[in-house]
Structure formats: C-alpha cells, structure tokens
C-alpha cells in the first residue's frame, strides 16, 4: 500500500499554488460524500462524485486520481459490478485522494 505524498503534475507552476490548496483541502468533503455513498450503496451518487473527481483532478494535475475515478465511474455506471468491486475500487480512490492532501501539506511546508 502507497502511503507517499502525491503531487501534482503542475505543482511547480507558482501561479497554480493556490488553486491546488483550494482543490486538495476541498478533497475532504468530496470524500466524506464519497466514504458515505459507498457505505449506504447509494451507485447513482458513488458514479456522480468519480465523474466530479474525474473531471476537477485531471485538471489540477492529479492524473492519478482522475484515472481512479473514470475507472469508478464505469464501474458504477454497468449495472453487473458488484459492490464489493465499487467499494475496492472507492476504496483505491479515497487513498489517492489522501495522498493528494499528504502532497499539498508537505509542499507547503517546504514552502515554509
């Protein structure tokens, strides 16, 4: 299991700083809204925060995490997955998104 920081492909523009913290800091609530779909298999909403995430993270140079998400977003979208294989790949995603927050916080530290 992947516990290291991840940053972002544009990390080093300066100008991108700022949105970076804005997007990663507002991570949490996207995964609290996740973590709480997945639990109640709420799909329709699972499908609905991956296709956000899928979107908003590909842009901000998370192409990791943007990967994960269209992989939910398919999964969820085909009425044959099983639960156990949106919550795995929830699951996978969530852990992306920590990392994203690990980054941001140890860039700023660096930043100082």
């Known amino acids: ?3 290291e920081p991840l940053i ?3 990390a080093d ?16 609530a996207t995964c609290r809204r996740l973590e709480v779909s997945l639990a109640a298999g709420n799909v329709a909403e699972v499908q609905r925060l991956a296709h956000q995430l899928r979107g908003s993270s590909g842009g901000y140079g998370y192409s990791p995490i943007s ?3 269209a992989l939910l977003e398919e999964a969820a979208h085909k009425p044959a997955t099983t639960p ?10 969530l852990r992306l998104c920590k990392r ?5 916080r140890s860039l700023l ?3 100082g």
């Open 8 to 10: 972002s492909d544009v």
């Open 67 to 69: 990967h994960a998400a």
């Open 13 to 28: 523009d300066k100008e991108m700083r700022n949105l970076l913290e804005e997007f990663t800091s507002g991570l949490s």
């Open 109 to 111: 530290l660096q930043a």
């Open 1 to 3: 299991m992947h516990h």
């Open 100 to 104: 994203a927050q690990l980054g941001m």
């Open 84 to 93: 156990d294989v949106i919550q795995s790949l929830g699951d996978k995603l």
